[in-house]
């Protein structure tokens, strides 16, 4: 192929993830929600999950059970912050980057990069040590959820029937089952 490029010989931006149709709200339970840091109330959507390349859904994955925080409507189990073995790593990677660019010698071109990383990276490290040290413990998930009672309602927080008792209480109503 003349004057053209290869695919391979390019960088190529890929977009994907996953479209839910059909929501349906199918099962409510007490939690512990890690983003809000309380106890709470969660609400399961069923949906039909699709995979898509670039908007155009590809890979009809299925039903799927998605458990939401009913006061944010984060996922309730997954943490918004980032755990602390990759801040210990984050900080071990700025000290060897403060010692391998106060080792180099300076170059005569781009001297301000050198300076820049030279005194970037140890504020940095600095910075990060200091939010590590001070960082409150935030409640672990196991010890958070023992504080959490089972749901007990008997009447659908969603169209306001009677739930009938069963193997799981249901709403005849609605169809939510409560956990």
């Known amino acids: ?53 670039f908007w155009v859904p590809i890979l009809p994955v299925g039903l799927w059970k998605h ?37 180099a010698p300076l170059e005569t071109s781009d001297v301000w990069i050198s300076w820049l990383f030279r005194l970037g990276a140890p504020a940095a490290s600095v910075g990060l040590v200091w939010h590590l040290l001070r960082a409150p413990k935030r409640a672990s998930l196991r010890q958070a959820m023992k504080s959490v009672g089972p749901a007990n309602d008997a009447i659908c927080p969603f169209c306001q029937t009677p739930l009938m008792a069963g193997a799981r209480w249901f709403c005849p109503g609605c169809g939510v089952t409560r956990y």
């Open 67 to 103: 458990w939401r925080c009913a006061k944010c409507a984060q996922e309730p189990h997954t943490s918004p912050t980032t755990r602390p073995f990759f801040k210990w790593a984050g900080l071990c990677i700025l000290v060897l980057l403060s010692i391998t660019f106060w080792a």
């Open 1 to 53: 192929m003349s004057g053209g490029r290869f695919l391979a010989d390019d960088d190529m931006l890929l977009i994907h993830g996953a479209y839910h149709f059909w929501p349906k709200v199918v099962a409510f339970r007490n939690d512990f929600c890690l983003t809000c840091q309380a106890p709470t109330r969660s609400i399961a959507v069923r949906t039909f999950d699709v995979g898509h390349i």
